[in-house]
């Protein structure tokens, strides 16, 4: 909903480095919007959709402008949303395997490439079960090696793909980045969820760094260097990780044992078996 998605907005860094006035500004648009559209699904508000509300505010010019600005940095924000494992779902739900948007997801999903790099991406790049190509980001001079994982080879041989590239247009021509970013988003507005190809790189390196993978494994898939990106998402698997294995010190409240991670919670007075 829409009223999630300012709620979101408003706990950024996007938001709060803004300052004091220009926050009161879109507050005051972000109210009216929400009495307006609170309930409806952001996912379906299209840029005709924000150019519409600017017309109806244009007998009072700085309020069309304040409204403008304040929905562009919205959306400007939502279109870097790192996906989540219910908005994986939701995609697969609408776009199942043998389509070419499932194709456009999975792609992305399990190489970890960034969309300048996932349109390059074919058959030509893949020996023996495993992925080479060299980045965008890099000027070309990075390769990166990607096995093919068996999800991915399964939606790939059922397609449809094009014959120099795995992501395609309609009749199986190659896109660019841009032109492959704009027919995303459509797909994932048809799904129900915030779209970007940059949102769908981050969920990929949060199961990554989830199932256990270091800074240096996450450096070699994503294509990063410096230990910086990668340490972002190993210290929040990490945090995880040890709160699964340390909570049930919390019942360990006179200290009478010593506790390990295989031993169950148990209830404050209960004594261990």
Same mark, same amino acid.
């Given at each position: %909903? #829409?009223?999630?998605?300012? *709620?979101? /907005?408003?706990?950024?860094?996007?938001?709060?480095?803004?300052?004091?006035? *220009?926050?009161?500004?879109?507050?005051?648009? @972000?109210?009216?919007?929400?009495?307006? &559209?609170?309930? !409806? +699904? @952001?996912?379906?508000?299209?840029?005709?959709?924000?150019?519409? =509300?600017?017309?109806?505010?244009?007998?009072?010019? @700085? !309020?069309?402008?304040?409204?403008?600005?304040?929905?562009? =940095?919205? @959306?400007?924000?939502?279109?870097?949303?790192?996906?989540?494992?219910?908005?994986?779902?939701? /995609?697969?739900?609408?776009?199942? $395997?043998?389509?070419?948007?499932?194709?456009?997801?999975?792609?992305? #999903? /399990?190489?970890?490439?960034?969309?300048?790099?996932?349109?390059?991406?074919?058959? !030509?790049?893949?020996?023996?079960?495993?992925?080479?190509?060299?980045?965008?980001?890099?000027?070309?001079?990075?390769?990166?090696?990607?096995? $093919?994982?068996?999800?991915?080879?399964?939606?790939?041989? &059922?397609?449809?793909?094009?014959?120099?590239?795995?992501? &395609?247009?309609?009749?199986?021509?190659?896109?660019?980045?841009?032109?492959?970013?704009?027919?995303?988003?459509?797909?994932?507005?048809?799904?129900?969820?915030?779209? +970007?190809?940059?949102?769908?790189?981050?969920?990929?390196?949060?199961?990554?760094?989830?199932?256990?993978?270091?800074?240096?494994?996450?450096?070699?898939?994503?294509?990063?260097?410096? =230990? !910086?990106?990668?340490?972002? /998402?190993?210290?929040?698997?990490?945090?995880?990780?040890? &709160?699964?294995?340390?909570?049930? %010190?919390?019942?360990?409240?006179?200290?009478?044992? $010593?506790?390990?991670?295989?031993?169950?919670?148990?209830?404050?007075?209960?004594?261990?078996?």
């Amino acid at each position: %909903m #829409l009223a999630w998605l300012i *709620t979101r /907005y408003r706990e950024t860094s996007a938001w709060s480095e803004l300052s004091a006035a *220009t926050r009161r500004q879109r507050e005051n648009i @972000f109210r009216q919007v929400l009495a307006s &559209a609170g309930e !409806q +699904s @952001f996912a379906k508000i299209t840029r005709s959709t924000i150019i519409a =509300g600017r017309e109806r505010r244009a007998k009072t010019p @700085f !309020q069309a402008r304040h409204f403008l600005d304040a929905m562009l =940095g919205l @959306f400007r924000w939502a279109g870097f949303i790192p996906w989540t494992e219910e908005h994986v779902e939701a /995609y697969e739900r609408r776009w199942p $395997i043998g389509t070419r948007q499932r194709v456009w997801l999975d792609v992305l #999903l /399990y190489t970890g490439l960034r969309r300048g790099d996932a349109v390059r991406f074919g058959r !030509q790049h893949i020996r023996d079960g495993i992925g080479t190509i060299k980045t965008e980001k890099s000027g070309f001079t990075l390769t990166v090696t990607l096995p $093919i994982l068996p999800v991915l080879a399964e939606t790939l041989a &059922a397609g449809p793909c094009g014959d120099l590239t795995f992501i &395609a247009g309609e009749r199986g021509q190659p896109l660019t980045k841009e032109s492959f970013g704009n027919l995303f988003r459509a797909a994932c507005r048809e799904a129900g969820v915030p779209g +970007s190809a940059h949102g769908v790189r981050k969920v990929a390196a949060t199961r990554a760094a989830n199932s256990g993978a270091t800074v240096a494994q996450l450096e070699a898939i994503f294509g990063w260097s410096g =230990g !910086q990106m990668a340490s972002h /998402y190993t210290r929040s698997a990490d945090r995880k990780r040890l &709160a699964l294995e340390g909570m049930h %010190m919390l019942a360990n409240e006179k200290r009478k044992f $010593i506790p390990s991670p295989s031993d169950q919670v148990r209830a404050p007075g209960q004594k261990p078996k």
